[in-house]
């Protein structure tokens, strides 16, 4: 990381670490949101090598200035980490540099929140150069803010004789070496882009889908089945990071699929347009696949943070887009007690009920659904990207519809 490597936060945990989680219950965040919001934090420690021991949260109206939470819950929380063994406070909103000194001082352990956290895993995952890249600039995106709270020797430069010198702050210094790297790694990625630009062209005219999505929700394993390649999957956030793509074949009709790093809830846009490599190939796309674990309580939130970044950064709006609704062997049904009046929620609901009501929102063409690991309804999936893909084709290549119609009427027969 060059001249930053003595100075730069270490926040890269290891195994044995022992974290608490912290979060709000305000007005905009009712409880059952703030608990959510907490097991999914602790699903991203349990990813970068942390184990969760306990959950803090305190109810109002906005985060303390100073030092997010209250004097008393901090003090709590403070005691509680002394008491047992535990050295990681995480929060599960940004910190500002004043609110992370101020609580650093009371707990006296490492102290992350959300954002620098998944840094932490983007860090771990991230496997080619051009990915690292992109990590890289995220966190000195992330660590510019944020410099005049991460390190102790940050007073004026020293006078007297031989010591005379401009007057400037450090503080000043940090931050031109770290706009430098910005503007490196900037020029370093354009550069990388044109190659990217290049060979997107050398693919010719084929047509290209993208898998979208949250994380986590089975787009890698997906992507495995459609293209039957070893693309890494596993049950663990940001399990990828890197651009895939694979040339699938359906009923002799080519198509690219891609698959691209997932979403999630709170990540600040500017990291997720670090990863413009990833999102060039969503814009460039003929058709979306937008992937949901419709096993998840709060899937239909999922798929709202989806959209809305997807519009933010890469403006699909104007995309075709395809629902598949994953993992339905993991879909848990509880049936309500008769003289339960409270409403139904998302468990009360029966998956065909469920199917039913996304069917008609969506239309029976853009709408499937199934489980990927367990190769439900997959000849479904490849039927419905079949004719998308052919449709697209067709107004390219006219000629060739032609071909594959005499190819779909000699199987007929």
């Known amino acids: 990381m060059g001249l930053l490597d003595d100075k730069k936060r270490t926040i890269e945990l290891a195994e044995e670490e022992r974290a608490v ?22 699903f991203l420690a349990d990813t970068a090598g942390a184990t969760t021991v306990k959950h803090f949260t305190q109810r109002c109206d906005a985060p303390n200035s ?3 939470v209250g004097k008393g819950k901090l003090e709590e929380i403070a005691d509680y980490v002394a008491n047992n063994d535990v050295n990681l406070v995480i929060f599960d909103d940004d910190l500002t540099p004043k609110q992370m000194a101020n609580i650093e001082k009371a707990v006296k352990v490492k102290v992350l929140d959300r954002t620098s956290l998944i840094l932490d895993i983007f860090a771990r995952r991230a496997q080619t150069a051009n990915a690292k890249m992109q990590v890289e600039l995220a966190q000195y995106q992330y660590l510019l803010p944020r410099l005049a709270g991460m390190w102790t020797h940050l007073e004026r430069q020293r006078g007297g004789i031989g010591m005379r010198g401009p007057g400037e702050e450090q ?26 630009v290049i060979q997107r062209k050398n693919r010719g005219k084929l047509t290209r889908i993208a898998l979208v999505g949250y ?31 694979r040339k699938v074949v359906i009923e002799n009709l080519p198509f690219l699929l891609t698959d691209t790093v997932g979403f999630i809830r709170k990540l600040p846009t ?3 347009k670090s990863f413009k490599t990833t999102l060039d190939e969503v814009r460039d796309s003929d058709l979306l696949v937008h992937v949901v674990d419709i096993s998840h309580p709060q899937f239909e939130e999922q798929i709202e943070v989806v959209n809305k970044t997807l519009q933010e950064v890469c403006d699909a709006s104007n995309k075709e887009m395809i ?17 339960d009046l409270t409403p139904r929620q998302r468990e009360n609901i029966p998956l065909d009920e469920l199917k039913e009501t996304w069917m008609a929102r969506l239309g029976g063409e853009n709408c499937v659904f199934i489980s990927a690991k367990k190769k439900q309804n997959i000849e479904e ?7 998308k893909a052919r449709a697209i084709h067709a107004e390219r290549f006219p000629y060739n519809d032609f071909l594959y119609q005499r190819y779909d009427d000699l199987n007929q027969d």
């Not at 999936?381 to 004719?387: A, N, T």
Request: hydrophobic share 40%.
């Open 381 to 387: 999936l490849k039927h419905m990207l079949y004719e």
């Open 270 to 272: 500017h990291l997720v």
């Open 323 to 339: 629902m598949v609704f994953n993992k339905i062997d993991q879909f848990t049904y509880v049936e309500k007690d008769e003289d």
């Open 215 to 245: 994380t986590n929700v089975g787009k890698s394993t997906l992507m495995n089945v459609l293209s039957k390649s070893d693309v890494f999957a596993e049950n663990k956030l940001f399990a990828t990071l890197d651009t895939t793509v």
């Open 21 to 42: 989680l912290v979060g709000l219950i305000t007005p905009q965040q009712n409880e059952s949101k703030a608990r959510e919001y907490l097991d999914e934090l602790a």
């Open 66 to 68: 100073t030092s997010f």
């Open 171 to 196: 503080i000043e210094t940090d931050r031109r070496i770290v706009k430098t790297k910005i503007a490196l790694l900037k020029q370093k990625l354009a550069d990388w882009d044109k190659q990217k």
